[in-house]
C-alpha cells in the first residue's frame, strides 16, 4: 500500500491538493478528516471524485493526535485491506505531517510506503501567516483551545517535514472571488517559499509533481532542533537568507543584547549556538515572526562520554551538520545562525559584525566558564 499524506491550514487548499493526488496513481482513492466542534470527526471518502462514504464519530477526547491514531490510521488500514493501492490521507488542519507519518508507521499492521508528504496552502497568505500572532485556535484553524502554536510555527515545521509544497488559492480568494494566481501577494509568497522550503518541490495549479520522492531519514535530520539549511541559490531577491558561522562562544550578556536587533524583521532564525555561560549545552534557538525562543538539545557531541570517536559518532547519530562541520580542536561546538528575512531589512555585514562581536575574545578566552553570568538562564538546562 502506498500513502500520501496532506497538511494544510486551509481546507480549499487541502481539498485541491487531495484530487490532483488522487490522479498520480492508479487505483486511489481521497479521504479527508475534519475535527469539529465537540470531539466529532468528519471523514469523508472519495473514488474518482465522487465521494462514496461519509461518516462522522465522536472522541471521547477530541484532539488532533487522536483524531490521527483513532480514525485516519484505522481508515487507511481498512483502505489498504479493500485492495487500494494508493491512499491520499488529507489531514485536519493543523495536524503536522510528521505526527501523521509517524503515527502511520506505529499503527499499520500492513507494510506501507509513504510516497510523498505534501503541504497545500495559499501562497499569497504565507508572509501574513508568519507574522500573525494568533494561535491556531483563536484563528479558527483548530477547535482545540490548547494549541498555541501560532501559523508560522505550524508552517515553519512542515516545511522541514514535507517533500512537496503545493500552492492554490486558498477558501478566501473563493469566497472573495480574488484573483490571486500571479497577483503581487501570490508571486511574493513563492520568493519567501523558495527561501523557507529550499528542498522542496513547489508545485502550482498547472505544475509538474514528482510522486515517491519523500525521504523520512531527511526529513527528520532537517526537522532535528539547531539544524540550519539555506537556499542553494543565494542570489537575493524580495527575501534573502543570511548564514553566518562564529568558532568561539558567544558572551552571554552581549549575545542577550543582540539578539533582539537579529531578530527583529525577520521572518525566520534559526541556528544552534556556542555560548560560555552554559559551554557543554547544544543551544538550538529558533525565531518565527514575532515569537523567538531557545532551548537546550542536551551535550555538544564532543562533550559527551563517546566524545573520542568525533566524526563516527556524528554519522550514527545522524548528525549531519555536526559530521560535515566538525573541527579537530572543538569537534561540533559552534555558533552557527541563519537568518531569512525581506532583502531591504536584512544587512548581511551588520548580522556578521553583530555575531562576531558577541564572540569571546582572547581574553575573556583564558577565564574560567564560571566567572560568566547566565541572563539567559541555560547553565541548568537540561
Known sequence: MHLTVVSSLDSQCREAATIRLGRTHQNSVVVLHDLLDGSLVLRRVYRDGRLFER???????????????????PTAERLGACGFDHVVLG????????????????GLSRPAVIDNAVLAIDAADLDDHIWDRHTLYESGFTSTPQDERTSGEFLIGEFGQVDTVMVFPGLGAVLTGDQREGSGPW???LELLGQLA??????????????????????AAR???GVVRVPLDETPGPFRTVLHKTVRPLHPGRFRDALPQLAIGTHWLRGRLWIASAPTRRIAVQGIGPR???????????????????TESAKETGDVDAFLDWHPHHGDRGTVL?????????DPAEIRGLLDRCQLTEAEMELDSGV???????SDAL
Open 55 to 73: 461518516e462522522t464519530t465522536v472522541l471521547e477526547h477530541g484532539c488532533l493526535s487522536c483524531t490521527v491514531r483513532l480514525d485516519v490510521v
Open 91 to 106: 489531514l485536519p488542519p493543523g495536524v503536522a505531517a510528521g505526527m501523521a507519518v509517524a503515527e502511520l508507521h506505529r
Open 187 to 189: 508571486r511574493v509568497g
Open 198 to 219: 529550499p528542498h522542496a518541490n513547489v508545485v502550482g495549479p498547472a505544475g509538474e509533481f514528482r510522486p515517491g520522492c519523500f525521504d523520512h531519514a531527511e526529513a
Open 223 to 225: 526537522n532535528r532542533p
Open 292 to 310: 523567538v525562543w531557545l532551548e537546550s538539545t542536551g551535550n555538544w557531541l564532543a562533550d559527551s562520554v563517546d566524545a573520542a570517536r568525533g
Open 338 to 346: 541563519a537568518i531569512t528575512g525581506r532583502s531591504e531589512d536584512i
Open 372 to 378: 560568566w553570568e547566565d541572563p539567559l538562564e541555560l
